[in-house]
């Protein structure tokens, strides 16, 4: 099967919840998804933030622009609230050629 290697972007209560399914439900999200998802990098403003899940080594970034340039990263899940730093961050990923999922209504509706 075919795999997608997967960012987050924001790890707080919902970032958190994806990168649970993402890391603990593979097989699940792979039937539903047609190929296996990877969950290769986390971008966060405070690394240093203790979190309520453990990530692989070298999961965990507060480099952004690693995730624009990574080619072999193909969408991202953006779970920023707010409008900035969310909406800069949004534009980035998108002119980066990022397929982007964002849970931010605030930041749509704007």
């Known amino acids: 099967m075919e795999e997608a290697k997967v960012a987050i972007v ?3 209560t919902v970032g958190t919840g ?3 399914l993402l890391l ?3 097989a699940r999200l792979a039937r539903h998804a047609g190929r296996r998802l990877c969950l290769a990098r986390v ?3 405070h690394p240093e933030k203790p979190r309520a899940l453990t990530l692989p080594p070298g999961v965990l970034t507060t480099d952004l622009e690693a995730v624009a340039r990574d080619p072999e990263i193909v969408a991202v899940a953006h779970l920023v609230g707010g ?3 969310a909406r800069s961050i949004m534009l980035r990923l998108l002119e980066s050629g990022k397929d ?3 849970a931010n209504k605030a930041l749509l509706a704007e």
């Open 10 to 12: 924001g790890l707080g």
């Open 83 to 85: 409008l900035e730093p």
């Open 100 to 102: 982007v999922v964002t």
């Open 24 to 26: 603990e439900q593979p």
């Open 18 to 20: 994806v990168a649970r």
């Open 43 to 45: 971008v966060v403003a």
